[in-house]
């Protein structure tokens, strides 16, 4: 009996060498496992990254000879928030830039911007704020800081009385930003391309060359051949995930406070779960045209609903409901529980009891559909 079971696990893990081997030294396996998804990551890592400050792209029209309009147009110029287009040769030009998106608004400032009314005893003047409807939201949130601005300068001149304050409170805790939750979705979007988008190129591909035809003539079980993939899976997977981990730390930042333990146990059964699919597809199918759209059925939902490529909590709440029973959506939410927010596998069970019942049901589907040619 004992000899028998040493028997069967050499026999998975000369398959597993076997398989490893093979990924290794397939520059296109590897591409798609390893860099495909690092490009996706620098693009969303940098468009989600964040932390720059917000800037305005504007032009100045200063119709005004008052010192008070020559001294807003120079601040105007060392601003980091206003970025000036000293191009702008004249009201037309102004307009053109912006229908054609060049500019975000025009500053125009009066002729008697800036001047002394008599009796007054202090400058003042309405700067007019021109912009396009494509432009409206950049131009109502830069009304809304020169408003601040002027506010700030009408205290030093004039002051007033503020009955009613606001006051703003940090909590002394981090909140997630945009690259927390893209990473994290990057991540499920890693496991769908090595889980499923693999052995339904590598299955059809080893039928049609009876090379499992060949294999079911030998004493290899299925169990066998299936837990030799997911073993070899789960290392290439590791390998994939460690190298986005380490750019996501090195180039955009990322603050892992989880367990790292917790993580890699985590990641490992997702990407198990994950494979089934795969092993179903791919095992069931006879050629690569039969597997194709089934698989981009399966895949598509998953990857614009389980939190891929955007947060779940934008989509409606009937949309989110039932978006997260998908099979991705408790990896993706149960990798950004551990990575962001530093939570336990006690504090995620609703996650890992979703993917355990998930993993369940793929492989009773993958044994029974499973088909050596």
Known sequence: MKSNFKKSWFTVLTFVRINTKRFFRDRTAIFFTILFPLI???????????GGEVSFNVAIINNSQSNFAREFVNTANESDVLVVNEEVTGLDD?????????????????????????GQGY?????????????QQSAIALTSILEGQFRQINDTIVPSVTPFTVKGEQLNEKSLSAFDYTFAGLLGFAIIGMGIFGPINVFPELKKMGILRRLST??????????STMIGQAIIGLVAIAVMFAVAISVFHLEVVGNWAELTIFVIFS??????????????AKNERQVAPLANIIVFPMMFLSGTFFPRFLMPEWLQNISAFLPLTPVIDGIRLITTEGLHFIDILPQIGLIAVWTVVIYIVAFKVFRWE
């Open 123 to 135: 400058p003042s003047g309405e700067l007019k704020v021109l912009y396009t409807q494509n432009n």
């Open 218 to 227: 030998t004493p290899l079980k299925v169990w066998q051949y299936f837990v």
């Open 271 to 284: 990407i198990i779960m994950i494979l089934g699919i795969g092993l179903a597809l791919g095992g069931w």
């Open 40 to 50: 996706f990551l620098f693009v969303f890592g940098s468009l989600n990254s964040g």
């Open 94 to 118: 102004a307009k053109q830039k912006m229908n054609r998106s060049e500019l975000d608004a025009t500053l125009i400032l009066p002729e008697a911007f800036g001047e002394t009314v008599d």
